[in-house]
């Protein structure tokens, strides 16, 4: 081992980079690339920089598990982060097992049709590292679903929805739009439908999937006053939420810059564009709540950075920072109203703003790449037609998530049941759904 050490310190920086991003065993000359099963070329780069933003979208989870346990009460918080646990673990191996496949896989012109399990391939494929990558988006999609039903779902119940997520209905929307990265080829992005990371097709649909699950489970015990005024019930612990936001903020540099899968200049160019528009989120989200409700809400300003990441990532790749700016702007002025809105108007119990900062500003996301694309929006000469296809990817990704999961939710309601007793809830899902307790001692009642 001493020996080897040395011999590395001596070698010149080419050949170093060589041996270290040479697999053990392969050979000398002729390597450096993985193909994928359509003959395509990898760079090992690109393989190192695809499976690092898997690690910082992986990161993510923590992030969405303390910024829901944060906006939530105590007596939830172990119920939280069991089910942040369990949509990655649960959609990992649906994901793999079919979703994958029908996403990405030989198209039939609805859905994929191979690569299920990824049978059949060697060890030395593209396919292992793009897997990694869509698996955190699967779960990324998967659990947004969870903070707007939070506070009084069944935990079997979030198992099962979560499967059926992974498995089928973010798989099969991902392929009209994504299908082309690999075998497949969807008929939105044969239209030219734009989402580069995914403001439409994993939030969205996450998005809209909470919505329908909010509206089948009805608001938390207390929310709404007998007349219709809506109450507000306080998260347990704000500096939590806030951690989470930053941890989110973080991964999403992975999240917009991975979506490259391969190692170039556009990373730079992705990473400022996703910032900026974070930034101007949270700083107008907190202005117009100030101007709103005479403070400037902390809870608003943090929401106001997601609004502003959800909005970037359909266009982050073909903006301009100033378009950047403006998108993350409208997104961070949205959310507040949309929560507004969604909870005096809609009358739709959702803890955390999960519909408002992931179904709308991915919505408005999605339809700024027809307004603001430098080679294809409206502002910079490119018509309407591309505003066109956008909003049509819109308008099917709403129809397709919040139906099936208007279904879904349904289903599971008439059958194994999806919201917790009355005296459950009342309780808290920690004490009735896990036999335990986050805070030991802190709660009213207890497992003793």
Known sequence: MKTTIMALRILPPAALAAVLLTPAGAAAAGDGVVTDTLGGEHSYADVLWTCLAAFLVFFMQPGFAMVESGFTRAKNAVNILMKNLMDFSVGTIAFFVLGFGLMFGRSNGVFGTTLFALSGLGDSTWEYSFLIFQTVFAATAATIVSGAMAERTKFTAYLAYSFVITLFIYPVFGSWAWGGLLQGGGWLENMGFMDFAGSTVVHSVGGWLALAGAVVLGARIGKYSPDGRPRAIMGHNLPLAALGVFILWFGWFGFNAGSTTAVGPDIGYIAVTTNIAAAAGAVVAMFTAWAMFGKPDAS???????????????????????????????????????????????KVDDPVGAVSVHGVCGAWGTLAVGLFNTEAGLFYGGGVAQLGVQALGVVVAFGWAFGLGLVLFFALSKTIGLRVSREEEFRGLDIGEHGMEAYSGFQVFTTQ
Request: glycine content about 18%; proline content about 2%.
């Open 300 to 346: 608003m300003a943090l929401n106001g950075a997601l609004a502003g990441l959800v909005g970037i990532t359909a266009g982050c790749d073909g903006v301009s920072p100033l378009g950047a700016l403006f998108i993350g702007a409208v997104a961070g002025a949205l959310v507040v109203l949309s929560v507004t809105a969604i909870d005096r108007v809609l």
